[in-house]
């Protein structure tokens, strides 16, 4: 049983890196219409960051600022490219975009590989945050908890702001009719700009929660993100609480897999992905186009 | 010339100067070269209707003024401010507001947040209690979903929405397109009730015995031009060149 346990705890984190990346994907696939394949390089850039803020004579903040900085500098990054790049796609079929933000992925992984090599570098457990609790049925560490419950609280704030708050509004409205929102007096390039910085914010943000669970490597994110393009299929790219829920539920299905039958565990996913194109291809949550 | 000497409105009592100027607008979609030279005036606190066949450029009007055609030349003028460079975020701000053929109803906002979407861009829109007076269904279905609006309710959400902003100049393109004739009705005492309260009003319409119940002044389109224009007084004298205008 607390073998069972363990692995749902697992589970529960991945779907926690899954649901924060997702839901950025589908952000910024609403407002910009691009499949944005530099997400997985833009969360290994936040872990990177984070481990500069720790390690760094100069700039050593530690954690806790880290989880603040970190999303805001991979952000202007991320903002950086939207401005200089990823807007010049507009009108174009997803293909350029897609190769576009893929060659973007690997000329930053590949900096980073120049420099820091491909083994991980290990970022030690905040000292609030280290040891554990027994629960009883199971021995739960501090850390593990503690990603779950702010990414779950992450994940919930974003949906509150995109679906409950005006700027949410312009945002879903933008999604719609970019043209019309605009001629209403709203600056939309500006806000598509944001929106970017907003998405790639919260890759870097699970960077950051992952640094010291999964070590910091250049190649972090491009392990992670065939995954979190599968959970994207799965969930449809047009809903912001889909993407969440289908986040969390896959890393609890692959967690549960790696107890009930471990040879499946790496495949799962895919094979869900293949099912869901076969009876509903939109995703479980999307629209028709 | 004669294009200018239709487009140039007779000044009258009853109404202010011109606030909206549009001279040799030409646009493009594309490579489709739509409008060859647009002229007239709109004075404010007017009705100008834009009369013409499907595809004369009625609409292709609307939307070079709005800035939301990619390509346009000649001169619009708004307060004297030309706006024919201007993106259509900041015209907007400046006090234009277009309301949409096809409405643009937003599917993922309820009506409430379908209703407050246009920011305010100016003091002295209506407050939402005259907007409810306007439109009373509206204040019903405020949680609804907005697409789940009937057609006329549509409509009429998509012109409550623009009068809140403070913009005084609204264009309105075929506000009655496939609505029944009941909340034509409704939509004509609408206007004619805007009109009175001092906004200037630009208007496409195709239903010609609408517009002729709302409208003081008349712009005849086709293929891109302006080819006549009249006001509501010469419209009996009118009325024969403007069924072959229009084909009726």
Known sequence: MQALYAQLLVGLINGSFYALLSLGLAVIFGMLNIINFAHGALYMMGAFVAYFLLNNDYLSIGYWPALIVAPIVVGIFGMILERTMLQWLTGLDHLYGLLLTFGIALIVQGVFQNYFGSSGMPYAIPDQLKGGMNLGFMFLPIYRGWVVIFSLVVCIATWFLIEKTRLGAYLRAATENPTLVRAFGVNVPRMITLTYGLGVGLAALAGVLSAPINQVRPLMGADLIIVVFAVVVIGGMGSIMGSIITGFALGVIEGLTKYFYPEASNTVVFVLMVLVLLVKPTGLTGKAA | ?248
């Open chain 2, 1 to 248: 010339m004669p294009d200018t000497a239709i487009a140039e409105a007779p000044a009258k009592a009853a109404t202010g100067g011109t606030i909206l100027q549009v001279r040799n607008l030409e646009a493009w979609y594309g490579e489709s070269h739509i409008l060859h030279g647009i002229n007239f005036d709109v004075n404010a606190g007017e009705v100008v209707t834009l009369l013409g066949r499907n595809g004369a450029g009625k609409t292709t009007t609307l939307k070079s003024i709005m800035g939301i055609i990619g390509k346009r030349t000649g001169s619009v003028k708004f307060n004297n401010h030309d706006i024919i460079r201007t993106t259509s975020d900041k015209i907007a701000r400046m006090g234009i507001a277009f309301c949409p053929e096809e409405r643009g109803i937003f599917s993922s906002l309820d009506v409430r947040e379908n209703l407050l979407l246009p920011p305010i861009v100016r003091a002295g829109g209506l407050p939402l209690d005259q907007i409810f007076d306007l439109f009373p269904n509206l204040k019903e279905r405020l949680n609804s979903q907005g697409t789940k609006l009937s057609g006329g309710e549509q409509q009429m959400l998509a012109i409550a929405r623009i009068l809140r902003t403070g913009a005084s100049f609204l264009m309105l393109d075929e506000p009655t397109e496939g609505l029944a004739p009941v909340i034509i009705q409704q939509i004509g005492h609408t206007i004619a009730r805007l009109k009175k309260e001092g906004f200037t009003i630009l208007l496409v319409e195709q239903n010609f015995r609408f517009a002729s119940t709302v409208a003081d002044r008349y712009y005849v389109v086709e293929h891109g031009k302006i080819i006549d224009g009249f006001s509501n007084a010469e419209l009996a004298a009118n009325m024969d060149k403007l069924h072959t205008y229009l084909g009726v």
